[in-house]
């Protein structure tokens, strides 16, 4: 049975002139490829319309990274660029939108986030929200016409200035590991409008999203970041790894030992598989703390009353 409201009614409340509470939203925070996907975006997308080989673009950028010493993601993005001038190939916004389709996913993603929405509701009784988020450094052009972009609150990733010809010519925002970390901090100010300032100070009391709150799911050792700021700050991560990857397996066992991580498990998002099992356990404990959150609210609120 899914646990009752407390004290005094919201019509109640506001006749009073209480302010109501207000941080009743949990966050899942989801990078993507490798964590939603067996492969990078580009793989499924322009690499392939393109007729290059995902092996043979990652082995030049590598080799790029190592003799600039440049920043791996803004080195891939300049040689796509490259790479789609070179073929004289017409890939507009709207075209890789089209491509996304297809994109695929691990088993049980495309009816996860229903499904998460639903348990979140059931289990809080309809008093927690739970919102899900993207931060990745693949592209913002593919993101926009992923087949479940409708279940996220708001997706954040790198991005090309299109030219008036919709010709892609150089990067406008980058997405590293590190950089993935401001967008934490917007979700959990509530500025998440890229325009928006995060540097000013704000309480904590006045966060509508703690991290304590929140829950990121990656794949491997470029979310660290993201991970090591969650979870200091009182938040949980968990990651994911490709059973037709033994490497993979071997960096959920390293985030283990450096305690960047509370689980790892097998990316099957199927209802009843470990991951869901072990999401759930981390959802109940937040939800715990949002009802006991809500309860204390309305205790001192009933003490602050004339």
């Not at 066992?253 to 990316?267: P, Q, T």
Request: with cysteine.
């Amino acid at each position: 049975m899914p646990p009752r409201a407390t004290g005094r009614s919201p019509t109640a409340r506001a006749r009073r002139g209480e302010a109501p509470f207000a941080r009743n939203t949990l966050a899942l925070i989801y990078d993507f490829d490798g964590t939603l996907t067996p492969q990078p975006m580009q793989e499924y997308t322009v690499l392939p319309q393109l007729g290059i080989a995902p092996q043979d673009f990652w082995s030049e950028v590598n080799a790029e990274v190592r003799r600039t010493g440049g920043d791996s993601i803004l080195t891939y993005m300049r040689l796509l660029v490259e790479k789609i001038e070179a073929n004289k190939a017409h890939l507009s916004r709207e075209a890789l939108r089209t491509l996304a389709r297809d994109v695929r996913y691990f088993p049980g993603v495309e009816t996860w986030f229903e499904r998460i929405n639903r348990y979140v509701h059931t289990r809080s009784g309809g008093l927690v929200q739970a919102r899900h988020y993207i931060i990745s450094a693949g592209l913002s052009e593919i993101l926009e016409g992923i087949s479940i972009k409708h279940h996220f609150e708001r997706i954040y990733a790198s991005q090309y200035h299109f030219n008036h010809h919709e010709v892609a010519c150089f990067p406008t925002i980058v997405i590293n590991d590190t950089s993935k970390t401001q967008y934490l901090f917007r979700i959990n100010k509530g500025r998440e409008q890229p325009g928006e300032s995060i540097n000013e100070y704000m309480p904590e009391a006045a966060r509508p999203v703690p991290f304590t709150h929140m829950l990121y799911l990656g794949d491997g050792l470029t979310d660290v970041p993201c991970m090591t700021v969650t979870k200091n700050y009182g938040g949980f991560a968990i990651a994911v790894h490709n059973p037709d990857n033994a490497s993979s397996l071997a960096v959920c066992r390293e985030l283990v030992a450096g305690e960047r991580i509370d689980f790892f498990a097998e990316a099957d998002y199927r209802s009843g598989r470990t991951l869901e099992r072990r999401v759930h356990s981390i959802l109940d404990l937040i939800m715990a703390r949002i009802l006991f959150e809500r309860e204390q609210h309305a205790f001192k609120s009933a003490l602050d009353a004339p």
